[in-house]
């Protein structure tokens, strides 16, 4: 094996210093100044990390291998390497030759400053298990010798480009308190196309940034239907009460009736609930008794949140899908192999089987919650309706193809005509839609807050109606019975409604 010397080690150190400065720094550097690219709050973190450990390099080169800078030398590679994928993360998901800024040889700059950390910290480990000298600790004699030629080299080259990408800092970031921008404007020499920003500064402080999304929290919201956004909405009186006197594990989180069949009765349909313990029942047309049963491994290979809706599809499949837009496709089924559903279900009766567990991938409604789902038997589709976030104040409708379960389209409904805002500041954004159902071409949707039930026209992707529901508390699931709609609290008991037909 090779028998690395400290002088060896100063000198090899001092020759990667300069190809970490000259290539990776400076060729930044020359990107800004050549191309106008200018570094992201993200990209300065990386390029800091990277003068910071050319600065611990040439310690070692100065004054030999001391603990304290391999020590330092590791973490600056650690925390380069974590904001590079940080900032890596925000587009690797983007669609076939999309992302930030420029590439070079094809990858992104991001991509390259998470393989140069890597290679830093591969390159540090490789060192130190050829080093054969002593970690020393004690204060550096008079006597030291003075560094290579390489190695003054690179300490030249550090001074250099430290004051020039200073430089380049104070021309596109400017001096405290602005600390760089997200989406930062061409770089320019001429201080009239300056541009300074602090709006970094706001949000919440998070690992994952302005991916930080607070878990909704339906039984926060104002229930109160003379608040809401829309104005003087006509009232839909409850004709009646039901109970869900079924033994449930947990509180019911979503409830969901077959789709209505023209000219059958559902007199003997069966109904679906969830509950927050990831339970899944089937129950009798009373909901009093258990038909079927289980009880989902929420870690298994896609990860559930806490579920939120629930609803029947053609032929005896159901879904469920809990607030992330992960979903579960299941099915009784007497056939059910309990071995192989050993690894779905937490429990279960033995008569389910799990056909499909993935994620509704959205566009309009990313980086927002879904609590409510939805089947259109018609377009073969599935639906959920968003929740406002405090990124997004929308209420976006998204609608996936039932052959592939891929986004098949998006909307932003608007009020139809004859419906008011209360005022320019107020929208359906407001709205927290937490039950869903279709029939007849319309979806219903009923908001906790504001106890309102939204008429959606899914042709016109308008609200084509709204009526104030007072007396309703948490509505957690909505279905479809004949000329009914039942309206399913968070405590089981369930509200039924005459339908509105237009």
Not at 94 to 112: E, K, L
Not at 247 to 268: C, E, H, M, N
Not at 468 to 491: K, M, N, Y
Request: neutral net charge; proline residues 7%; hydrophobic residues 45%.
């Amino acid at each position: 094996m090779i028998r690395l010397t400290e002088e060896r080690l100063g000198l090899v150190l001092a020759w990667l210093v300069i190809v970490l400065l000259a290539v990776p720094v400076g060729g930044a550097l020359w990107l800004g100044v050549a191309h106008g690219d200018a570094p992201c709050i993200l990209c300065w973190s990386q390029r800091t990390s990277m003068v910071l450990m050319a600065l611990v390099s040439l310690f070692v080169v100065r004054y030999g291998p001391r603990p304290r800078y391999l020590g330092i030398l590791v973490l600056l590679g650690a925390w380069g390497t974590f904001m590079a994928l940080r900032h890596s993360a925000l587009h690797l998901a983007r669609d076939v030759g999309q992302g930030f800024a420029g590439t070079i040889m094809g990858v992104h700059t991001y991509i390259w400053s998470w393989v140069i950390h890597w290679v830093v910290l591969l390159a540090a480990g490789a060192l130190l298990v050829l080093f054969r000298g002593t970690l020393s600790g004690k204060p550096v004699p008079a006597t030291a010798p003075s560094p290579s030629a390489a190695g003054r080299f690179a300490m030249a080259l550090l001074v250099v480009m430290a004051g020039a990408n200073a430089t380049q800092a104070f021309v596109t970031t400017g001096p405290p308190p602005y600390i760089g921008q997200g989406d930062p404007v061409r770089m320019s020499l001429d201080p009239r196309n300056w541009v300074w920003s602090t709006a970094a500064w706001s949000g919440s402080v998070s690992w994952r940034g302005s991916w930080t999304i607070p878990t909704p929290d339906p039984a926060g919201v104002d229930p109160d239907p003379a608040n809401g956004p829309l104005a003087d909405l006509p009232t839909l009186e409850v004709r009646g009460w039901e109970q869900v006197t079924a033994p449930l594990t947990g509180s019911l989180v979503g409830l969901a009736t077959p789709q209505p069949t023209a000219g059958a009765s559902d007199a003997d349909d069966p109904v679906l609930a969830i509950t927050d313990r990831f339970g899944v029942y089937l129950l009798d047309s009373s909901m009093s008794r258990v038909l079927h049963r289980v009880v989902l491994d929420r870690g298994f290979r896609i990860d559930l949140s806490p579920l939120a809706g629930a609803t029947f599809l053609s032929g005896d499949t159901i879904a469920v899908m809990s607030t992330n837009k992960s979903y579960v496709l299941l099915r009784p089924d007497p056939d059910a192999d309990p071995a192989r559903e050993w690894r779905h279900f937490r429990e279960t009766d033995g008569g389910v089987t799990e056909l499909r567990r993935d994620r509704f991938a959205t566009v309009r409604a990313r980086q927002m919650f879904a609590l409510s789902l939805a089947y259109d038997p018609a377009a073969d589709e599935l639906i959920t309706v968003s929740v406002p976030s405090p990124r997004h104040q929308r209420l976006v409708v998204s609608r996936f193809d039932g052959a592939d379960l891929l986004l098949a389209s998006e909307f932003l409904p608007r009020p139809a005509a004859g419906l008011t805002l209360r005022g320019s500041e107020r929208g359906l954004g407001e709205y927290v839609v937490t039950a869903a159902a279709v029939a007849d071409g319309l979806l219903y949707a009923f908001s906790a807050a504001y106890s309102t039930l939204l008429v959606i026209d899914l042709q016109s992707r308008t609200v084509a109606e709204a009526y104030a529901v007072p007396g309703i508390i948490e509505p957690v699931g909505l279905g479809v019975r004949g000329g009914d709609l039942v309206v399913a609290q968070s405590d089981g008991r369930v509200a039924v409604l005459e339908r509105p037909l237009r």
